[in-house]
């Protein structure tokens, strides 16, 4: 699978109302893990709507560092996302929900769709997936 069907994957993930933000990344990145599908959803499930409802960091985004951090066994993870942060700013334009979410010129900085999908694209980038 390429990484843009990857991304488009977990975009129809999160649209299917079945997968929160952070479970359409896991999900469609969990060959990248020993983990099954299912495994990955339940461990991302509670961090969605900015890490449990709280506004703050993009659940995406957290579920790119989950994988980040299973594709690396833990061994310079801070580095890789860190990386993946970055970039997901960059194209985003924001790091945390609430700031994604905030409506502006009738349209969200940055709607969840698009963060599931840049997560993905921003993961294979900095962890060199093809």
Do not use: H, W
Not at 31 to 36: A, I, N, P, R, V
Not at 82 to 90: D, H, L, R, T
Not at 107 to 121: D, F, G, Q
């Amino acid at each position: 699978m390429t990484l843009e069907e990857r991304a488009q994957k977990a975009v129809e993930l999160k649209t299917s109302g079945r997968y929160n933000c952070a479970q359409s990344v896991t999900v469609a990145l969990a060959d990248e893990t020993g983990l099954s599908e299912e495994q990955l959803r339940q461990i991302s499930a509670g961090f969605c709507a900015g890490m449990g409802n709280m506004e703050a960091t993009c659940g995406a985004l957290i579920g790119a560092g989950m994988i980040a951090g299973l594709k690396t066994e833990g061994q310079g993870t801070l580095g890789k996302t860190k990386q993946i942060q970055e970039e997901f700013a960059k194209r985003c334009g924001a790091i945390k929900c609430r700031d994604l979410k905030a409506v502006t010129d009738g349209k969200p900085l940055c709607p969840c769709e698009e963060c599931v999908r840049n997560a993905v694209l921003v993961y294979g980038e900095v962890m060199g997936l093809q």
